[in-house]
């Protein structure tokens, strides 16, 4: 389509050229002028038609070039490819007691937590994804991302992409973040199918943590619908509605054992929002959400088997290590509510979560079940020099949650924390964001577990917990 415009435009102006030359209204030459006068006008008028025929010639040739050039791209689908990322540079200050007093490594019941410890590190995070269409129905897209290997396990962290500034300026690990098909069926608008390694398809409200770090990849199986696409002949479009309903169910391998049971995910989750006003900045949303791990409790703790992150263990001891005391069959309720004051969207949310499996008071006679968080935030960050704040309080019992995949930097992670998170954001620039984050948090460790490493050795410290994260992001 492209070759035949040009061509068309080129005949144009040949044809423009020659009837210029051919005027019948222009002046003739004189009945007596010279034979010569008449054949040199005719050779003027030949040599422009050679050269118009050889710019034509030569951008045919050009053309087909381009087009071998875009049929090879479409063939190989670059043209159907997205690239994203982003980098952080963080600035990090964590306020704490000492964690170890001895050569045991532990403190020990008898030592008073009368002395704190300030540490100071700089962290970056990089990551580089793409999303690749294969068809109008179909996408497969990936992540590379920075991370740090987790515990006892030679692997990424499945909770943090940092990657701390140390060790004698040596190279940082890359790891594959995530791999995943999406199906997106144009009959059903609003329904996806995904499966392989993704970003958490369950919606948590007001971005809190509380039961999943923001950072954690699931990997499995996961179904998504929403009332809020229709159809249209370029495919599914976003529809505004009084009232969004959607739902989640997903299947996710959490531990794959060779000669033993696997350990699996299911969740479903449910929610319902209704809009007071058709632009959605007036809306409340109400949802509920299960969470149950097969094959748990009785296995060594998730990533290492020396760290529970806070959960509950028991008696048993396999090889030096503990195992997992309780189950994990986790109800989450959930609200959100948003209205613009000053021009300015504020939200208000609470999240609240009750594992109903028995919970072994054996381990600690305190163990709770529950987990709840109220927080609200303020403004949008979006374009330069718009901002945003943020707070949210939250109690997170000890097995309330799986500790491995709560939120890595409160009360240093893990479970049995409470406290308070402050956070305010301003847009530098265009995609340039700062970022500060402040952590008031008490952990509710044991003393006297702590004493024995089989038996919890990685235990907290009970006392007082603050950290400082400042953080510059670019998005491209």
Not at 183 to 195: D, E, F, Q, S
Not at 405 to 428: C, E, I, R, Y
């Amino acid at each position: 389509m492209r070759a035949t415009r040009l061509l068309f435009f080129l005949t144009l102006i040949l044809l423009a050229r020659a009837a210029v030359a051919g005027d019948p209204g222009a002046e003739a030459p004189p009945a007596n002028a010279p034979e010569s006068a008449s054949t040199a006008e005719i050779e003027r008028l030949r040599k422009v038609m050679l050269e118009e025929q050889e710019v034509i010639a030569n951008c045919m040739k050009r053309i087909d070039e381009l087009e071998k050039t875009k049929t090879s791209q479409d063939k190989a689908g670059i043209n159907s490819v997205k690239l994203n990322g982003d980098f952080r540079y963080r600035f990090e200050d964590i306020h704490t007691d000492p964690k170890t007093f001895n050569t045991v490594g532990v403190r020990g019941p008898l030592k008073k937590a009368d002395q704190t410890k300030d540490r100071f590190r700089h962290r970056l995070r990089l990551r580089l994804g793409f999303e690749w269409t294969v068809n109008d129905e179909v996408t497969v897209g990936g992540r590379l991302a920075t991370s740090m290997n987790a515990g006892a396990m030679n692997s990424g962290d499945p909770i943090s992409y940092n990657q701390t500034m140390t060790d004698a300026f040596s190279k940082k690990g890359v790891y594959l973040d995530t791999a995943y098909f999406d199906y997106h069926p144009a009959r059903v608008p609003g329904l996806k199918v995904m499966g392989g390694k993704m970003s958490n398809p369950f919606y948590v409200p007001g971005k809190t943590q509380m039961i999943w770090d923001q950072d954690l990849t699931p990997e499995g199986l996961a179904v998504t619908y929403t009332n809020t696409m229709e159809s249209s002949p370029t495919g599914p479009v976003y529809r505004e509605v009084p009232l969004e309903l959607a739902a989640t169910a997903g299947y996710f391998l959490v531990q794959e054992r060779s000669i033993d049971v696997e350990t699996q995910l299911l969740g479903v989750q449910g929610s319902a929002k209704y809009n007071f006003e058709a632009d959605g900045s007036t809306s409340l949303m109400v949802g509920a959400s299960y969470y149950d791990y097969g094959h748990l409790k009785g296995f060594p703790p998730l990533l290492d088997p020396a760290n529970s992150f806070g959960n509950a263990l028991s008696l048993a001891v396999l090889g030096g290590s503990a195992l997992y005391g309780d189950d994990f069959n986790i109800v989450e309720g959930f609200t959100e509510f948003t209205i613009p004051v000053f021009e300015r969207p504020l939200a208000l949310y609470g999240d609240i979560a009750y594992n109903t499996a028995k919970i072994d008071k054996n381990y600690d006679g305190n163990n709770s079940g529950a987990a709840w968080a109220l927080g609200a935030s303020y403004g949008r960050c979006v374009t330069p020099r718009s901002w945003s704040l943020h707070y949210e309080y939250r109690d997170l019992g000890r097995d309330a949650v799986v500790g491995a995949f709560t939120d890595s930097d409160f009360g240093g992670g893990g479970t049995n924390s409470k406290g308070h998170v402050l956070g305010a954001d301003f847009m530098l620039l265009k995609n340039t964001r700062l970022a500060v984050t402040y952590f008031i948090n008490h952990n509710m460790g044991s003393d006297w577990l702590r004493m024995v490493p089989t038996f919890g050795g990685k235990e907290k410290v009970d006392g007082p917990y603050q950290r400082l994260q400042v953080d510059l992001n670019f998005k491209f």
